[in-house]
């Protein structure tokens, strides 16, 4: 995934992904290439981030750099590439553009979830008796991915392909004010989509809805080409009618024939098919990147401030109190690591952690979805966290003006041993007794508090006398060596019910509360 898209998806930030078979195999160059980057350059231009997917030397590339582009443009002997074709183009090492088929695939397991292109494939002319149906159809029906496009390549049967979309439970809506279903070049095909949607609000909250259902099928936005650019109708018809022929007469089948008859029809018509092919991939992208960002806005509102309150569900919810860290892991790649200031060769990785915020991950991936209660700053990590946090209940989080989210830096040797860890951490201090008591209620009613070694002394204190007050279970995590023993400077480990400490977390809570050591076991100066 190219940088600028993987920062993108990391902030929550609107992307959309675009094919790069109508690179490879829809235009010659250098139109292909100019056409490439006029789309990019308009969905940057609407405020979101392009992701061209291609396929290069063996490897799926989502987001490509220039020369990328340019490779595939201007290479002669890349490959059309469907699902069917990714185990053998990946294992050979080839290069190739990925069709709508094979791009939702990529952009499903990259997390992006609006895809733009000019036309889907569908069921041929004849397909009743040839059985060719592009796999773009059975994807639609197995891959969570909005596909916004000028409807169906106008060379298919668009009948026969809407029918089929039913048959794979995609639904389809028309973008503007009519429900008439777009045929590629021309606005009109004669059929009817089963619903509409009028701007790209509305199409967000059908995508979104889709998603939220998880029906693991995708949704077709069928947008139709500008009136003023749009091909007539009877002068395509006639064109593919005469371009048919020709495929026939000539043998062409199978993944070979949409190429062919799309050039075919360029020629017939004294270039006013490719024209309109621009103009209606240009407005798609236009189109598509505008529901991608009103989609984006409407998924940050649901995260931000319409996530269900205990009240609004109907058992109370376990509580976890505690941490939530940006990790940052460098791992050397060579044996020995340089101290005296040269720079060491290795790999960084960001992750989102914090002994809370894990154990509220993990409880709400079960179905429990607790209240988290925990503390962020107002900067440039609390809306990456948010984003990958959006499965969770974030609702009571503290985003603090003027404070640092909590990150933790760590340096790996290449054996995988820690050399040396650099934390800044003391936005936890304001996970206060003051802060957690205006949820008393909650924690009150809670069927589990989850705490972790992370918040203040008086805070768990707080927590361990409601407990003993109300009968509460509480799970004590207690974080690292320095920190495990604060329930058990006083009484307050009493009420808890329990504890998971490693064997260094163990030996300091045995320490400070004077017990003998077992036998067999020392402690570590």
């Known amino acids: ?17 675009l094919e790069s078979t109508i690179i490879t195999h829809g235009m010659t160059y250098p139109q292909n290439l100019s056409m490439a980057r006029e789309v990019e350059e308009i969905i940057t231009t609407n405020g979101a981030v392009p992701a061209t997917v291609g396929i290069l030397r063996g490897r799926i590339h989502v987001g490509l750099t220039d020369e990328e582009l340019e490779f595939l443009a201007s290479s002669k002997n890349v490959v059309k590439v469907s699902r069917r074709d990714l185990p053998f183009i990946l294992s050979q090492g080839l290069s190739g553009g990925t069709t709508v088929s094979g791009t939702m695939i990529a952009a ?12 889907i494939g569908g069921v041929h002319r004849g397909g009743e008796n040839t059985l060719d149906v592009s796999a773009d159809l059975t994807e639609l029906g197995r891959t969570p991915v909005a596909v916004v496009s000028a409807g169906v390549k106008s060379i298919l049967d668009i009948g026969r392909t809407l029918e089929y979309l039913e048959t794979q439970g995609v639904c389809v809506a028309a973008f503007g004010e009519s429900r008439e279903f777009p045929a590629f070049f021309s606005r009109q095909s004669g059929f009817q989509a089963p619903y509409h949607v009028r701007d790209e609000e509305e199409a967000a909250e059908l995508i979104a809805s889709a998603l939220g259902l998880g029906l693991s099928s995708g949704v077709l936005i069928a947008v139709p080409c500008p009136q003023e650019r749009a091909a007539s109708g009877q002068v395509i018809e006639e064109a593919i009618q005469q371009a048919l022929s020709e495929a026939r007469s000539k043998g062409i089948t199978g993944k070979e024939l949409t190429p062919f008859m799309l050039q075919k029809i360029n020629e017939l018509t004294d270039g006013k098919s490719l024209d309109s092919n621009l103009a209606l991939i240009q407005n798609n992208a236009r189109v598509g990147s505008c529901i991608a960002v009103a989609l984006s806005k409407l998924q940050k509102a649901r995260r931000m401030g319409n996530l269900p309150r205990r009240e609004d569900t109907t058992s109370p919810q376990p509580v976890v109190i505690g941490g939530i860290n940006v990790d940052f892991i460098a791992k050397a790649q060579n044996p020995v690591i340089l101290d005296s200031g040269q720079t060491n060769a290795g790999r960084v990785r960001r992750t989102f952690g914090g002994v809370g915020r894990n154990l509220a991950d993990c409880l709400s991936r079960l179905g429990q979805t607790p ?9 440039e990590h609390s809306e990456s966290i ?20 909590a990150t933790y830096c760590a340096v790996i040797t290449s054996a995988g041993e820690l050399s040396v860890g650099l934390g800044d951490m003391d936005i936890h201090h304001q996970i206060t ?28 204190q707080y927590v ?9 279970a509480v799970c004590y995590e207690p974080t690292d ?10 009484d307050s480990w009493k009420a808890l019910t329990y504890i998971s400490p490693n064997l260094q977390e163990l030996r300091a809570i045995n320490r400070t509360l004077g017990n003998p050591l077992p036998a067999g076991i020392e402690y570590s100066e």
């Open 433 to 460: 007794e003051q802060y957690v008591s205006q949820f008393k209620e909650n924690l009150c009613q809670a069927p589990l508090v989850c705490i972790d070694g992370n918040v203040p002394l008086s805070t768990i």
């Open 371 to 379: 209240l988290f209660l925990s503390a962020v700053g107002k900067d």
């Open 1 to 17: 995934i190219h940088p600028s898209v993987q920062e993108a998806l990391m902030e929550g930030r609107p992307v959309v992904a």
């Open 464 to 472: 361990c006398q409601l407990a003993r007050e109300h009968q509460l």
């Open 481 to 490: 060596e320095n920190k495990a023993s604060k329930p058990f400077l006083s």
């Open 386 to 405: 948010l984003h990958y946090c959006h499965h969770m209940d974030m609702s009571a989080v503290l985003q603090l003006e003027g404070k640092s989210t």
């Open 108 to 119: 499903h397991k990259a997390g992006i979830p609006v895809f733009v292109t000019g036309g």
